[in-house]
């Protein structure tokens, strides 16, 4: 198991930028896939990007292509979700998450092992 705290949630207006921050603790390794998942209120939690324990790969929705980045900092035990040009439809609560080996076929989809509590982006227009 490992313990994975977001970060960097707040109010933004439409069209700026947040970082959201992972860190993880609690297991001495960082042989795992990281994702970050969102819910809206009311509506079912989503997928919206993912990356590989080395880094190498990652995986994003449709929805947030070209304007969100997702990376690591294995080093710092912290993976990152880079947002711009948010919209109100972003607005949710995300949550970060680690999949642990063996991995599935397609393991950015799920499920995952562990969760973080999760961090609200409210987006304004």
């Not at 705290?5 to 921050?21: C, K, N």
């Not at 995300?94 to 991995?103: E, Q, V």
């Given at each position: 198991?490992?313990?994975?705290v977001?970060?960097?949630?707040?109010?933004?207006?439409?069209g700026g930028?947040?970082?959201?921050?992972?860190?993880?603790?609690?297991?001495?390794?960082?042989?795992?896939?990281m994702?970050?998942l969102r819910?809206?209120s009311?509506?079912e939690?989503?997928?919206v990007?993912a990356?590989?324990?080395?880094?190498?790969t990652?995986?994003?929705?449709?929805?947030?292509k070209?304007?969100?980045?997702?990376s690591?900092?294995?080093?710092?035990n912290?993976?990152y979700?880079?947002m711009?040009?948010?919209?109100?439809?972003?607005?949710?609560v995300?949550?970060?998450?680690?999949?642990?080996?063996?991995?599935?076929?397609?393991?950015?989809?799920?499920?995952?092992?562990d969760?973080?509590?999760?961090?609200?982006?409210?987006?304004?227009s």
């Amino acid at each position: 198991q490992v313990q994975l705290v977001e970060s960097g949630g707040g109010l933004v207006q439409a069209g700026g930028s947040l970082r959201l921050s992972c860190a993880a603790s609690g297991r001495t390794s960082s042989n795992y896939n990281m994702g970050w998942l969102r819910q809206a209120s009311g509506k079912e939690r989503e997928f919206v990007a993912a990356i590989s324990a080395s880094g190498g790969t990652t995986y994003y929705a449709d929805s947030v292509k070209g304007r969100f980045t997702i990376s690591r900092d294995n080093a710092k035990n912290t993976g990152y979700l880079e947002m711009a040009s948010l919209t109100p439809a972003d607005s949710a609560v995300y949550y970060c998450a680690a999949d642990w080996p063996p991995y599935r076929w397609h393991w950015w989809l799920g499920p995952y092992d562990d969760w973080g509590q999760g961090t609200q982006v409210t987006v304004s227009s």
